[in-house]
């Protein structure tokens, strides 16, 4: 798996939101970004660490940076996962991973001591220029957008 570093290009990506909008990262040049990965909706670290994003979606926002969460389920899933916990951004279907790999945020993953292959909790902080000035892998869900939040002071 290859990951990405500070500096490196983000790549883009073209992927519909359970509103079936499509968002593209070279649509977003001048914003920064707060793209995050996540590997299921509505199971307990996702629902927290989705809310947490909620909850700081002002101070990002008000930082000038827009949220984008990415996971491989449909747009009716995110659509309801959305609703259930009014999640104020948008998430993203990658139902192939085909992004995630290229974000190095698909792989061999263990969970209760089996390994697996699928998301890797990962979260990108891109720049206005579309380069990655962030790259966090193996986030912890609890906690983690409290610690981006610091890190970025926002």
């Known amino acids: ?13 073209s992927l519909k939101d359970g509103d079936g909008r499509t968002w593209r990262l070279s649509e977003l040049e001048g914003e920064r970004v707060l793209l995050y990965f996540y590997p299921a909706d509505d199971t307990p670290g ?6 947490d994003f909620r909850d700081s979606q002002e101070p990002f926002a008000h930082a000038g940076y827009t949220v984008l969460g990415v996971s491989p389920q449909d747009e009716g899933s995110h659509q309801a996962f ?16 085909e992004v995630a790999e290229r974000y190095g945020a698909w792989g061999d993953r263990k969970n ?5 292959q699928g998301i890797i909790r990962s979260t990108f902080v891109i ?7 962030r790259a966090q892998y193996n986030v912890e869900a609890r906690g983690h957008v409290g610690r981006l939040r610091k890190l970025l002071e926002v």
């Open 82 to 97: 959305a609703g259930r916990y009014g999640l104020n951004f948008p998430l993203l279907v990658d139902d192939g991973h």
């Open 112 to 116: 209760h001591g089996e390994t697996s």
């Open 127 to 133: 720049d206005a220029r579309g380069h990655i000035e």
């Open 1 to 13: 798996m290859t990951q990405l570093k500070p500096g490196d290009p983000a790549p883009d990506f």
């Open 46 to 51: 996702c629902t927290a660490q989705a809310c």
